[in-house]
């Protein structure tokens, strides 16, 4: 890719590395290890030990404010250009780099394990979501002022940023919030329907299962 004739594919060496993309898969790969050595500490009794209650809401709050909402965002939205203008992502020469399954890899996978996580860990919805929603946000405009900062000196993060005017740059910020935001909220509709202890779903369940064990 750095050998490429095309100064727009060549300079993507670097540019890679300020992707969104990018950005959720290396937080992702800090977060996964981090989660197992909580269930490893909880299988040996040491569930309730300080530390490890630090790091448990540590990460559950990584998770829940920006790995999910963001993730889901940005696979959703990638997918969507993809199979519209391909372009508008980057030039189509950096894709003859990348097979299809990559991008599977990059932008499905992702999405799987935030779905997975979210369905069989259990969490409880927050009394107060804006924290949350703060966090959430405040993670976007970082995000979005460090490709403003590349633009300014003639890294173009995504295509899209020459190809929009001032205007619809702005929709489209407003747009990343708004689809974030809705990512945000649906996933606490998914906790109180999988884990809410009140759910009558899950309530009959493990009654059910209480029978069964009674019986046996």
């Not at 937080?27 to 209650?53: F, N, S």
């Not at 489209?172 to 606490?188: A, H, P, R």
Request: with cysteine.
């Amino acid at each position: 890719m750095s050998g490429d004739q095309d100064p727009r594919v060549s300079a993507y060496i670097n540019i890679r590395w300020k992707l969104l993309t990018c950005w959720f898969n290396m937080i992702t790969l800090m977060y996964i290890p981090l989660a197992l050595y909580c269930d490893w500490k909880e299988r040996r009794g040491q569930w309730a030990a300080k530390h490890v209650a630090a790091l448990r809401q540590f990460k559950d709050c990584v998770m829940t404010n920006i790995l999910f909402p963001v993730t889901m965002f940005a696979d959703y939205m990638f997918w969507r250009i993809w199979h519209k203008d391909a372009s508008l992502i980057a030039p189509l020469g950096i894709f003859d780099y990348m097979p299809h399954w990559a991008q599977h890899s990059l932008h499905t996978v992702s999405m799987f394990i935030m779905v997975m996580d979210l369905l069989l860990v259990p969490r409880r919805r927050p009394r107060n979501m804006w924290p949350g929603i703060c966090l959430m946000i405040s993670f976007i405009i970082t995000y979005m002022a460090v490709c403003g900062l590349c633009f300014l000196r003639g890294e173009v993060v995504y295509t899209i940023f020459v190809r929009f005017d001032m205007f619809k740059l702005i929709l489209l910020s407003l747009m990343v919030i708004i689809e974030c935001l809705f990512f945000y909220l649906v996933q606490w509709c998914i906790v109180d329907l999988v884990w809410d202890p009140h759910n009558k779903f899950i309530m009959k369940k493990v009654h059910v299962n209480a029978h069964r064990k009674y019986i046996l």
